[in-house]
C-alpha cells in the first residue's frame, strides 16, 4: 500500500477565489425572489402614511372585489399569531406589543396595517392600493431628545416619558478622577441614524403543506435557525416541521439579522389559504420597515491631566430606539458601552443608557451595531483632547494605549481584551503614510490658505460573538463535517454567510485539515433541513466561532481516520500520520488515502476498537471570550473652502485582526466597511422629519456611496493572533466600518482647526461644512 | 417646512380679503380645485386634482378659515389627502394696502406626507411655491374681474 | 394586452404582455431569467442593467412594450454556450469583486459597455462609468480591479 | 413597485402619435423621468404614446447654420455626436452630466426638455445657446426660445395635444468658449445648480456673454444681469467674480434636504464664475 505521497499546496493564508462566485457571476444564483412553486400567490402589504396615528376603520371591500385578489387580512384577523419577538432583556426594560399586522394604532411610517393576497403580484400591488383607512392622526415625535422632553407626545400611550430603560454601568471611579483631572472636557456627539440597504431588499416565500403539517419559509436572512425558532413558536407549530432557508441573501449587514412581521405574516397567510405566498420588500419599504442603524446622541466627558494622560471618560448616550425593539435592539446600545474605552488604559468610566422611543422604525445592528459609535465617540474625544493640549494626537494615542505586555487586559468596562500590539499598528500606519512629511505638507498648505486634513483612528473593537452569557441566543456555532464514501466533504456550517465568502474560507480550512482537494469540498448552510442547529453570521463571528467550531469538527475527522486508517495499515493510531490526505504508517512507510478510508469506513467491515461506522462530526463550539481586532485608520484630505466639499487625498487602513485564512476575503471585507463608514461620515442619514415622515426615503434622497466617491483604500496588517480561538482568527467583517469613520471626522476637524473647529457631526455635508468656514469668517 | 412668501394682488385689502373668504373665488383659484363646499362656520370641505408635469393626484380634505381681522388678517388650514401623500398646512396670511393695491404675506408651515414625502424632498419647496405662486396670479385675475380668464394651466 | 416579440440572449420569443409589465419582470418572470435583479423602484441603483440593441439600460425602467423588436443580452447570455466565462465574468472572479452578488449581473452588464466604450480606461474613467450602479458589499475597489482587468484581457 | 395600468400605443409616424396626443394620451419618449414615477404611482397616465422610437425625431443635423435635434435624440447620443462637440459642445457636454450611462442611454433630449424639471441639465444649456424649441400638435407647429418654453417648476409652454419634437441650437462662430459646471445633488445627481456659460471675446473684452442657470430656483433662467455685468468688459477674472456675483439676483432660490436657499444661493455664484472662467479659457 505504499504511495507516493505529493504534498498538496496549503490553503490557508492564500488569496484563494472564491466558490460562490461562479453562479453570481453568471445569474444563476437563487434568492427568495427567484423562487418558483406551483400556485404562487404575490402578497402586498398596505402601510401607514403616518407617524403616529390612530385607526377608526379599515375598508377592505374595493381591494377584496378586485378580480383575482384572493384574501386581505387586517389587526383582527393574526391576533392568534405571536408577535415580533425581542431576544435583548434589560433590568426594568419596556417591551411594547409588536403584532405582526397594527392593531388600532400605527405607530411610524411604514407599520404594516393590512396585508393583500392575489394570484399575480400586479394584481396584489392594485389590491393595497384600493385599501381605505379612516385614521385619526396624532403628534409624532421622532428626535429622541425632544421625546424626553416633559410633555412630549407619548409614542406608546402607556409610558407618556418615552423611556424604554435606564441602563447604568461603571467601572473605577469616573467622579473622583474628574475631580483630580487638570483638563475635563466635554462634547455632544452624534451618531446619526442609518438606513442599512442591503442591495437586495427583504423577501419571503411560504409555504404549507396542510398534511404534513409543515411549513417551508425562504426568507433573506442572516439567522435561518433563530428564525425558525421563532417562527415556529409564533405561528405554533412544531419546530421540526418548519423548515427555513436562506437561499442566496443580497446582503444584510445586520439588517437581516432579525425576524420580521412578514416572516410570520406571510407563514400565516399560507397558512389560511394552504398556498404558497411570496412577498418581496420594495426598496421604499426596505427604507421605512427594515430596521435602522445608530441613532445615537452622546454626551461625552473625557477627563485627562495635561501631560496628556488620560483619566477617565464619561457617558450619557440618548439611544433613538424607533416605536418598537426588534430582535435586539436595546441590547445595541449597551455594546457602545462596553467598548467606551477604546484601545486606551484608563480605569474610570460611568455611562448611562437612556433608550427612548420615537415614531420611527426600529433601531437595531447595523454593520458594527455600537461599537462604530462607541469608537467614534472615543477617538473624537481623544483628538478634541489633543487639540486642547496642543499635543499631536498621534503621540497622544501611544501615551493612553494599553502595552503589548499588558494582554490580557482587563478594560474599565469589565472586558478582558484577547491580544494586541496596538503601538506597532500605528506605528506601521503612520510610516506608511509619512506622516511626518504629511504634517509638513499641511504646514505648507496652510500657509497657502489651503484647509488640508489629517485624521487618525486608532479603533479597537469586539467581536466574534462570543460568550454565551453574553449574547441573547446562545454565542457557540456549529460545524458538521460528513465524509462521504468516496472521499467527498461536505461541511455544514451553522453559520448563514450571505456574501462573506466562507464556503471558500471553510473550504480551505477543510482541504488544508483533510488533505483533500479544495474541489473536494463542497459548503453548504442557510437551511434548518440540511444544516444542524447554528447561529447565523454577525458581529465578525463567522471565521472565529463557526470556523472554530469546524476546525474542531475536522479534529475529529482526522482522529476517527486515523483509527480506520490505523487499522488499514495494522499500525498504531497514536503514531500514523494524517497528512497531505494519505495516513501513513512511520514505522513502515505504508499509506493508504483519505479516499480509501472514507471508502473503508462506510464499507464497515473492518472497524476500529471502540470506532463506528461512517465519517461524520458534529461540533457545537463555543469561545471563552469575544476577540478583539484593532487598528489605525489615517485619512488625509482637503476641503474646498469655496463650496465645503470634502476629498479625500489618501486612505491608509492598517489593521490587526489575526490571522488571515483568504486576504482576498479580508480586503473585500475592509473596502466594504470602510465605504459604510465613510458613508455615515460623509454623506448617509435617515432623517425623519418633525411629523414622522422618513424623508430620506428612497435614493433619492439618501445617499448611497457610489464608486466615484469612494478613495483608493491603501491596507495593510499587522497579526497578533487570538488566543481564543485555534485558528487566532479575529474578526474583519465590521472593521472597516469602525474604523474610518472617526478617522474621517478627525481629518475633516483636522483641517479646520485653524477657524477654531473643534467638532463636526456626521454627516459632514458640503453645506455643513461651508457653514462652518462661511460663519467663521463672518 | 415652512411656508412663508409675498404676492400681489392688484386691488384694495378689503377686496382682496373679501375674496380669499369666498368659496365661489376660492375654488377657482386654488390649482385643481374641483369643489369647495361650505360645511360649516369657516369651513369648507375641499376636493382637487393636482396635475404637475407627470405628478397627478386626487385630494379630499378641508379649508378652514379663522381668527378673522377683516382687512388685515386671517389664519388658515387646509387638510387633503389622498393616494400619493398628504398634506396639511397652516398659516396666517397678512394684508397690507401697497401702491393702491394689497401685499399679502403669508406665513406658516405645512407637513407633507406620504408617497410624494419620500420621493420628492428636492421638489417640495420648488412645487409648493408654484402652487401659492398660481393661486395668487389666478386670485388677481378673479379680483380684477377677469373671471373669463383661460382655466388654470394645471 | 399586447405581442412583443424580442430576442434574448439570442433566442427569439413572443409573448402577449399587459403594458405595464416592466422589462425586468418580463426578463425574470415570463421568460425565466432571474439573474437580473431589481434594487430599487428609481432607476438608482442598476442592479437591473441589461443590454438593449447594444446599450446598457436598466431594465427596470423600460415597460416590456417598449422593448419590441429589441435584442437583448443579459448575464445569462454573456458565457460562451460551452459555459466558458466572459472576461468580464473571470475578471469579476478573479479579483473578488463580489460578495452578496445581487449587483453583479448589473455591473457585469455596464462593465461591458464601459469597455466597449473606452477599452482602456483609467481609474477616475471607470469610477464614473459605474456611477449607476449601487454596490453595498465592495467598496467598489475590487470592481474597479476586475474592469481594469477585464480591459487587459479584452484588448 | 408596479405602475397602475395603462394603454400603450407605439405610432409608426410622428402623425399618428400626434392624433393620439390630441386626444389625450401622454408621450412616453425615454421615460427615464417618467416611468419611476408611475411605478411609485405618483404618475398615473391612462394611455401613453411611445415617441421615443419614432425615427421622424431621431436626428442631428445642420441646417442653415443651426443644428437641429429631433426630440428622440438620446443623451448619449448627444454627449457623443461629432457635429456637436464640433460645433455646439456646450450642448454635449451638459448631456454628459445627465445621470449616468444608462439613463444616458435611454433618456432623450425632448423628453427631458418637455419635463422641466427645475434641476434638469439641458435648460441650463439651452437657456445660455438662446436655444429654440419646436412645438408640433396635429394642427401646427410652432418655435419659440427657450427662456419662453420654460415658463415655471414642470411647467412649460406646450399647449394640449403640442409635443416637443425639435431643439435648434447655433452654431457659434470661432472664439466662443462654453462651460458647463454642475454641483449635482449626491444622491440623485440631479443639479443642486447647474451654470452653462457661453463667452466670446474680441480684443481682450467679453463681446458676448450668455449665462444659463439651472437648479437654483423653481425655473431655469437667463442670468442677464450676470451678462450685462460682463458685456464689454475686460476678460478677466476679477470682472467675471464681480459679475458671477449678480447671478442669484432676483431669484427665489430653492430650500430643500440637500441645500439651503442660501447655500444653493453660494453655490450658484461660485459655479457661475467657475462656468465662466472655463468658458473663457476655451474662447480664445
Known sequence: ?778 | MKVAGTAQLPFPPERAYDLMQDPAALQKAIPGCNSLERTGDDEYKLSLKMVLASLSGQFEGKVLLTDHNRPYSFKMLVEGSGKIGFVKGEGVLSLMLLDGGTEVAYEGEAQIGGSIASVGQRLIDTTSKLLVKRFFKKLAKIGSGETDAAEDEA | MRTINVSVNGKPYSHEVEPRMLLTHYLREVIGLTGTHMGCETSLCGACTIEMDGKAVKSCTIFAVQADGASILTVEGLAAADGKLHPIQEAYWNEHALQCGFCTPGMIMITKQILERNPNPSEHEIREGLDGNLCRCTGYQHIVNAVKAAAKATV | MIANSFEYSAPGSLKEALALVADGAKPLAGGMSLIPMMKLRLANPEHLVDIGRLAELNYIREENGSIHIGASVTHYDIETSPLLMGKCPLLAETASYIGDIQVRNRGTLGGSVAHADPSADYPAALQALEAQIVLTSAEETRTISAEEFFVDTFTTALEEGEIVTEIIVPIDAGLTGTSYQKFLQPASGFAIVGVAARVRQAEGKFSMVRVGVTGLSGNSYRATRVEAALDGKDANDENIRAAAALVASGQDSSSDLHASAEYRAHLAVAYAARALRSALSRSA
Open chain 1, 1 to 778: 500500500m505504499a504511495t507516493t505521497v505529493t504534498k498538496l499546496e496549503k490553503l490557508v493564508g492564500k488569496r484563494v477565489r472564491r466558490r460562490e462566485d461562479p453562479r453570481l457571476i453568471t445569474g444563476t444564483a437563487m434568492y427568495v425572489e427567484d423562487v418558483k412553486l406551483p400556485d404562487l400567490h404575490h402578497a402586498a402589504i398596505f402601510r401607514s402614511p403616518h407617524g403616529a396615528a390612530n385607526i377608526r376603520s379599515i375598508d377592505v371591500s374595493k381591494a377584496l372585489a378586485l378580480p383575482g385578489v384572493v384574501a386581505v387580512y387586517t389587526g383582527k384577523d393574526i391576533l392568534g399569531v405571536g408577535s415580533v419577538v425581542c431576544a435583548a432583556d434589560l433590568p426594568g426594560l419596556r417591551k411594547p406589543v409588536h403584532h405582526i399586522l397594527a392593531q388600532d394604532r400605527v405607530y411610524f411610517v411604514g407599520h404594516a396595517v393590512a396585508v393583500v393576497i392575489a394570484k399575480d403580484r400586479y394584481i396584489a400591488a392594485d389590491g393595497a392600493d384600493l385599501i381605505e383607512v379612516d385614521w385619526a392622526p396624532t403628534q409624532a415625535v421622532t428626535d429622541p431628545e425632544k421625546a424626553l422632553a416633559a410633555g412630549a407626545p407619548a409614542v406608546h400611550p402607556e409610558w407618556p416619558d418615552n423611556t424604554a430603560f435606564v441602563f447604568d454601568q461603571k467601572g473605577g471611579d469616573y467622579a473622583a478622577a474628574a475631580a483630580s483631572a487638570e483638563v475635563v472636557l466635554r462634547q455632544r456627539i452624534i451618531s446619526q441614524r442609518l438606513v442599512p440597504n442591503a442591495m437586495e431588499t427583504r423577501g419571503v416565500v411560504a409555504d404549507w403543506k396542510a398534511a404534513d403539517r409543515s411549513l417551508t419559509v425562504w426568507t433573506s436572512t442572516q439567522i435561518p435557525h433563530l428564525a425558525r425558532s421563532i417562527l415556529a413558536g409564533q405561528l405554533g407549530l412544531d419546530e421540526n416541521r418548519v423548515r427555513v432557508i436562506a437561499p442566496e441573501v443580497g446582503g444584510g449587514f445586520g439588517s437581516k439579522l432579525n425576524v420580521y412581521p412578514e416572516e410570520a405574516l406571510m407563514g400565516f397567510v399560507s397558512m389560511k389559504l394552504n398556498k404558497p405566498v411570496k412577498w418581496i420588500e420594495s426598496r421604499r419599504e426596505n427604507f421605512q420597515t427594515t430596521i435602522h442603524g445608530r441613532g445615537h446622541v452622546d454626551y461625552l466627558e473625557i477627563a485627562a491631566n495635561r501631560d496628556g494622560t488620560i483619566l477617565g471618560l464619561k457617558l450619557k448616550l440618548i439611544q433613538d430606539l424607533g416605536a418598537y425593539h426588534q430582535l435586539l435592539t436595546p441590547a445595541i446600545p449597551t455594546l457602545s458601552v462596553l467598548m467606551m474605552p477604546g484601545l486606551y488604559k484608563f480605569r474610570n468610566i460611568e455611562a448611562q443608557v437612556i433608550g427612548v422611543f420615537t415614531n420611527a422604525v426600529p433601531t437595531d445592528a447595523y454593520r458594527g451595531a455600537g461599537r462604530p459609535e462607541a469608537t467614534h465617540g472615543i477617538e473624537r474625544m481623544v483628538d478634541i483632547l489633543a487639540a486642547e493640549l496642543k499635543m499631536d494626537p498621534a503621540e497622544l494615542r501611544y501615551k493612553n494605549f494599553a502595552g503589548k505586555d499588558d494582554f490580557p487586559f482587563l478594560t474599565a468596562t469589565g472586558l478582558t481584551y484577547d491580544s494586541g500590539d496596538y503601538a506597532a499598528t500605528l506605528d506601521v500606519a503612520l510610516e506608511k503614510i509619512d506622516y511626518k512629511g504629511l504634517r509638513k505638507e499641511q504646514a505648507k498648505a496652510r500657509a497657502e490658505g489651503r484647509y488640508m486634513g489629517i485624521g487618525i483612528s486608532t479603533y479597537g473593537e469586539l467581536c466574534a460573538f462570543g460568550p454565551s452569557p453574553a449574547t441573547p441566543a446562545g454565542g457557540w456555532e456549529s460545524a458538521t463535517v460528513k465524509v462521504e464514501p468516496s472521499g467527498k466533504v461536505t461541511v455544514m456550517t451553522g453559520c448563514s454567510p450571505h456574501g462573506q465568502g466562507q464556503e471558500t474560507s471553510f473550504a480551505q480550512i477543510a482541504a488544508d485539515e483533510l488533505g483533500v482537494p479544495i474541489d473536494d469540498i463542497l459548503v453548504l448552510h442557510g437551511d434548518t433541513a440540511i444544516v444542524q442547529y447554528g447561529i447565523g453570521t454577525f458581529g465578525s463571528r463567522n471565521t472565529a466561532v463557526g470556523g472554530a467550531a469546524l476546525h474542531y469538527a475536522l479534529q475529529d475527522i482526522r482522529d476517527k481516520a486515523k483509527k480506520f486508517g490505523a487499522k488499514m495499515l495494522d499500525a498504531d493510531a497514536e503514531t500514523v500520520i494524517l497528512e497531505d490526505g494519505h495516513c501513513t504508517d512511520p514505522k513502515t512507510g505504508n499509506s493508504v488515502t483519505f479516499q480509501q478510508i472514507a471508502a473503508a469506513a462506510y464499507r464497515g467491515n473492518i472497524i476500529p476498537t471502540g470506532s463506528e461506522p461512517g465519517l461524520v462530526a458534529t461540533r457545537f463550539w463555543e469561545p471563552s471570550n469575544f476577540a478583539y481586532p484593532y487598528g489605525a485608520h489615517i485619512i488625509v484630505s482637503e476641503v474646498d473652502p469655496e463650496t465645503g466639499q470634502i476629498t479625500i487625498k489618501r486612505y491608509m487602513a492598517v489593521d490587526d485582526i489575526g490571522n488571515i485564512i483568504n486576504p482576498l476575503l479580508v480586503d473585500g471585507q475592509l473596502h466594504g466597511g470602510v465605504a459604510q463608514g465613510l458613508g455615515q461620515a460623509l454623506w448617509e442619514h435617515g432623517v425623519y422629519d418633525d411629523n414622522g415622515q422618513l424623508v430620506t426615503g428612497e435614493f433619492m434622497d439618501y445617499t448611497m456611496p457610489r464608486a466615484r466617491m469612494m478613495p483608493w483604500v491603501e491596507s495593510a496588517h499587522t497579526i497578533t493572533p487570538s488566543p481564543v480561538n485555534p485558528l487566532g482568527a479575529k474578526g474583519v467583517g465590521e472593521a472597516g466600518t469602525i474604523g474610518s469613520t472617526p478617522a474621517m471626522v478627525n481629518s475633516v476637524v483636522d483641517a479646520l482647526s485653524p477657524l477654531g473647529v473643534r467638532h463636526i457631526d456626521m454627516p459632514m455635508t458640503s453645506e455643513k461644512i461651508w457653514k462652518l468656514i462661511h460663519g467663521s469668517k463672518a
